[in-house]
Nanobody
Framework: QVQLVESGGGLVQAGESLKLSCAAS????????MDWYRQAPGKQRELVATLTAGGTANYADSVKGRFTIAGDNAKRTVYLQMNNLKAEDTAVYYCNGTGRYFRSAYDRPRFLEVWGQGTLVTVSS
């Protein structure tokens, strides 16, 4: 079973940086896109950044110029470098992967969407 495991959250002061990691493992799969979402207390989950398999990155306006999403295919890991953090960046950050998985080497491709468990980022002002 494909799993995503996030790490790297923590407590920082405004203006500081954090780097989140999201590692994929388990089974036979290919990823078309990896996203980072966040959910602040009392708010809906929002899309922060997207990275396609082709290397195209997109960002929410609120994080453009401060956050960078990048992937390491060999490690099956996607990163979110967050610089100049603000109090409003405080949230639980989740990674999400979409693509295909195979139950065996002979199986047909099946749709895959998987979420990580989330990692808390707290920015004090």
């Amino acid at each position: 079973q494909v799993q995503l495991v996030e790490s790297g959250g923590g407590l920082v002061q405004a203006g500081e940086s954090l780097k989140l990691s999201c590692a994929a493992s388990g089974g036979i799969f290919s990823i078309n896109a990896m996203d980072w979402y966040r959910q602040a207390p009392g708010k809906q989950r929002e899309l922060v950044a997207t990275l396609t398999a082709g290397g195209t990155a997109n960002y929410a306006d609120s994080v453009k110029g401060r956050f960078t999403i990048a992937g390491d295919n060999a490690k099956r890991t996607v990163y979110l470098q967050m610089n100049n953090l603000k109090a409003e960046d405080t949230a639980v950050y989740y990674c999400n992967g979409t693509g295909r998985y195979f139950r065996s080497a002979y199986d047909r491709p099946r749709f895959l969407e998987v979420w990580g468990q989330g990692t808390l980022v707290t920015v004090s002002s």
